[in-house]
């Protein structure tokens, strides 16, 4: 069940005719999906298929992969000797010996400085076969890595919804305020236009549309309904099970810049404080988010 962490770690280990694959995946949070992959030399021409085994098992996220052949079958190139060669390179030593009266030996030192004496192959290992190997290990690494990413996806989950409720119950608390808070700004407003108006008579329609106008640019209710709508979504997307880290982290935005809105319509500095808590959920949010996969 979704969410998923990006983060994890799988091994897989396959054993077959004397050969042992091994096959590790690490895995860390990254906006995108950005592989890393590391195979023996002569397996470079697997790579394809590897990056496209790891494109369907990840949405995003960084993808280390190691591939390695262990044991006594990890043999590197085929070293052979060129005896013929060697052969005549100590007969042209000894002649020079000879012939300019060296009394030095010629010893083994001096033959290995010789070119092509000792040549390298590389092996030409039957792709096909090694691949029906090494993608088994692969499928017990990437089951292992899916696992941790499970149980840490849950537990993230877990922490979201409870950080969302505490979002939702400060929500709550400037909602029940605001009533107050009107209310004080009107007779603030009142006390204000009479000490100005020194005891004329204030026209109570005129008194009306000011208050009328300033509840207008205090009034945060949409703001409120759409933080409600977010939070309704945000809930609804850690059920979800497709890759929801791109939506979360982009409802979060507007979390933000609605939180903003009401903070500049309402200048109360109990609601400043409120507002200073929220965005410090969102924040805390986000840091979480980050590993959504």
């Known amino acids: 069940m979704r969410p998923r962490s990006m983060t994890g770690f799988g091994r897989g280990?396959?054993?077959?005719?004397?050969?042992?694959?091994?096959?590790?995946?690490?895995?860390?949070?990254?906006?995108?999906?950005?592989?890393?992959?590391?195979?023996?030399?002569?397996?470079?021409?697997?790579?394809?298929?590897?990056?496209?085994?790891?494109?369907?098992?990840?949405?995003?996220?960084?993808?280390?992969?190691?591939?390695?052949?262990?044991?006594?079958?990890?043999?590197?190139?085929?070293?052979?000797?060129?005896?013929?060669?060697?052969?005549?390179?100590?007969?042209?030593?000894?002649?020079?010996?000879?012939?300019?009266?060296?009394?030095?030996?010629?010893?083994?030192?001096?033959?290995?400085?010789?070119?092509?004496?000792?040549?390298?192959?590389?092996?030409?290992?039957?792709?096909?076969?090694?691949?029906?190997?090494?993608?088994?290990?692969?499928?017990?690494?990437?089951?292992?890595?899916?696992?941790?990413?499970?149980?840490?996806?849950?537990?993230?989950?877990?922490?979201?919804?409870?950080?969302?409720?505490?979002?939702?119950?400060?929500?709550?608390?400037?909602?029940?305020?605001?009533?107050?808070i009107m209310q004080t700004r009107h007779s603030e407003l009142r006390e204000r236009l009479n000490r100005l108006l020194d005891g004329v008579d204030l026209d109570p329609v005129r008194f009306a549309q000011e208050a009328a106008l300033l509840a207008d640019k205090s009034d945060v209710t949409e703001e409120v309904v759409r933080l409600r709508s977010h939070i309704s979504q945000f809930v609804s997307f850690l059920s979800s099970n497709e890759p929801v880290g791109r939506r979360l982290d982009f409802l979060l935005q507007e979390f933000l810049r609605e939180v903003n809105t009401i903070a500049s319509k309402i200048s109360n500095a109990e609601i400043a404080h409120m507002t200073v808590e929220l965005k410090n959920e969102i924040e805390k949010l986000r840091e979480q988010v980050q590993n959504i996969e």
């Not at 592989?35 to 995003?60: C, F, G, Y």
């Not at 300019?100 to 010629?106: A, D, E, F, P, V």
């Not at 840490?152 to 929500?171: N, Q, T």
């Open 13 to 180: 280990e396959i054993v077959s005719e004397g050969r042992t694959w091994v096959a590790e995946i690490r895995t860390v949070n990254h906006r995108f999906l950005d592989q890393r992959i590391v195979l023996p030399r002569t397996m470079s021409l697997l790579e394809t298929r590897i990056r496209k085994i790891i494109a369907s098992n990840h949405d995003r996220g960084r993808v280390e992969v190691s591939i390695q052949l262990v044991g006594d079958a990890a043999s590197g190139p085929l070293l052979s000797v060129n005896s013929e060669l060697a052969r005549q390179y100590h007969t042209c030593l000894m002649k020079l010996k000879s012939e300019l009266n060296i009394t030095s030996s010629i010893d083994l030192d001096d033959m290995l400085n010789m070119r092509e004496i000792i040549t390298q192959e590389e092996q030409n290992p039957d792709l096909d076969t090694e691949w029906k190997m090494i993608c088994s290990a692969l499928d017990v690494a990437i089951g292992e890595c899916y696992s941790m990413r499970e149980q840490e996806g849950r537990a993230l989950k877990e922490d979201l919804l409870e950080r969302i409720d505490s979002f939702s119950y400060c929500l709550e608390m400037i909602e029940e305020r605001i009533p107050e």
